[in-house]
């Protein structure tokens, strides 16, 4: 699956485009194109996956890990804020 827990993905739509994120949650069935994104300046929301850019980079975190692991993980593979 591209959008697994842990991808990072740069945001292309909306007031934050632009910024690094990572995948911390992935909804069920209802909701098969949406996901939960947090990280640095980044807002932890549901977001449609058409506003994201996948990225080959997968962060070792658990799935709705908090913000502060996110923020950590994001800093040492280089997509500081």
Same mark, same amino acid.
């Given at each position: !699956?591209? !959008? =697994? $827990?842990?991808?990072?993905?740069? $945001?292309?739509?909306?007031?934050?485009?632009?910024?690094?994120?990572?995948?911390?949650? %992935?909804?069920?069935? %209802? *909701?098969?194109?949406?996901?939960?994104? *947090?990280?640095a300046?980044?807002?932890?929301?549901?977001?449609?996956?058409?506003?994201? @850019?996948?990225?080959? =980079?997968?962060?070792?975190? @658990?799935?709705?890990?908090?913000? @502060?692991?996110?923020? =950590?993980?994001? &800093?040492?593979?280089?997509?500081? &804020?």
């Open positions: !699956m591209i !959008m =697994s $827990i842990g991808r990072v993905c740069k $945001i292309v739509k909306g007031k934050e485009a632009g910024k690094y994120c990572v995948v911390v949650n %992935r909804l069920g069935r %209802r *909701d098969k194109n949406f996901v939960t994104i *947090d990280g300046g980044v807002k932890r929301r549901k977001v449609n996956t058409a506003h994201l @850019e996948p990225l080959p =980079s997968v962060l070792e975190i @658990e799935k709705n890990a908090n913000t @502060e692991a996110v923020v =950590s993980e994001l &800093s040492k593979k280089g997509f500081g &804020s």
